[in-house]
DNA sequence: CTGAAAGCGCTTACAG
DNA sequence: CTGAAAGCGCTTACAG
């Protein structure tokens, strides 16, 4: 009534330990008759492998690590993160291995978590992300030998591998979007300035808007959450020359805006056009609905996955560019009135 | 330059390694004095246990589990599992206890995977959440001796501990609410009929909305998503008497459902009230803002997760009842006009 | 109170 | 191509 072991399927078939070592793990050094015979048995006792076994042995844990760091409280409306995981899931379970995944508080709590787990043996490698301008992660993790895909590059991931969507390219296809229809003061709520996708986001948001002869081109920084967004909205509306656009740098942001600017009595599109970054329910949901940036976040969450697989393959750390998201025209963005 | 082991530690303190394992996990059978060498030799060492070679001779995986069972892609807005994730790590992370959160797509996989991790040994014990009635799992769990916490019960949950709140009393509170307002047609959007919670839920509402002599109280069925929600709320607010208050199994629906009346011209409350089940950022961004049902959630993973240590530390099952959830009366619910 | 040994279930050189 | 043995880093009876 206990769970076979090896050693009870290698006494079955009468062979070694080391023999069906072998056949179970497909690698040569058997014939093909014996595999087959160790297979069989080992479907007939119904046998798996004892994780923790496997994992002391072969120094494998079999499972790869996610941390999110943010005050678990304000975690909530964002769709972004369950998407990825689940895309990130759909591909690691193909190779049956598991994902650690952790909320903590700060990113101190994060770098001790990587010791920890770099010390406990507990994963063989980890996604990185929500990249900070110089951030302590990368050195860490390369000190800490431990394989690492850094979501949401490109550049400063040092030798790690990254996948990355063009951020500007993004941008660019908004500011288009917004400048053909005739805007003219155009402003950003942005989000955490910390983070090296905002800090792209900004650039190119200048860069663009200078391009199409957008002087009044404000970029407000915010920390994501609703309140910041609704407060970042309500001055911006209530300036003495208000934009005739807003974008937002996350749905949550944007769907507080268009709160606020129903509040205020500021008619969505005619007075102010408003645009999501991210796509999401959320967006589809609102009256009118939100033109928003959207990309498969599912898929990018596999493609990611698969390339942490490879990097414990051996193979080297490779740069991945994912498709650029894609600008979903709604009824939020029209001509200024 | 390797990582230390125990080893180390008994050859560094001059002691065995089975006395560096008593005192390294503070049990008895160590003089105080040899123990306080030993920790010092430890912490002077950095060393940290394997969690895999603790794992295979204590039996022990020091992680647990909770599936998720649906298509991934439909899992988005609802901040219910993040919050909940949260507040289960916080408390499991107290005791060094890893999380291993899966999404799958159907309760077919979920059930593989709880074999899978039963004879891999990978999870010392499951959360059950999204509780049918008749579920499967309960007996599975049981037969696979696997332990378990049942969150969301009560009842039907065999000899499982559970924690659940009491979904008849919240629903009780909505009802007043509307009730005193002066509502006679009230609809519900209900959520996924096979699941226990909303069998309750329509239990309760029947029975308060009788209780108040509301004679006219329809449900509608839906799978929780923002479609069948808008779709919903179009077929009740267009039928030939349409009700002067919905509630929404959701916080999702509900935010559909505002949609839908502004679509329509429909005023929110002045035409017809809206209560969201379940607060969230989504509730307080709408213009008017979602009377909604709020509970601590993050709370409420805290006490899963420390029934389900206290199971594992061999306790009999218990059965926790958490606060009831509170009504927070917004801007979307009024008088009938 | 402490030490020496066996064992958890695998993988991996090393002989034959 | 196959077998016997050692070893991964812990815990846990069992002697002293």
Redo the contacts with the bound molecule.
Sequence with gaps: M?????????LRA????????????G?????????RRILGVADELQ????S?????????ADSVGLVLARPARTLGVESFFFQLISGLQAELSTRSVALMFQVVEDQAAEIELYRRWSS??RVDGVFLVDLRVDDQRIDLVERLRMPAVVIGGPGHHGGLASVWADDAAAMVSIIEHLGALGHRRIARVAGLPGLLHTERRTTAFHEAAAAWGITAAECVATDYTDEQGASATRDLLTGRTPPTAIVYDNDVMAVAGAGVAAELGVAVPDDVSLVAWDDSPLCRLLHPPLTALARDTFAFGERAAKTLLTVLDGEPPADVEDQVPVLVPRGSTGPPR
Excluded: F, H, Y
Aim: aromatic content about 2%; charged content about 30%; glycine content about 6%.
């Design positions: 206990k769970r076979p072991t090896i050693r009870d399927i290698a009468g062979v070694s330990k080391g023999a069906v070592s072998l056949a179970l793990n690698r040569p050094g058997v014939s093909e008759e014996t595999r046998w798996r492998p004892n923790a076994a496997r994992a002391l042995s072969a120094a494998r406990e043996q």
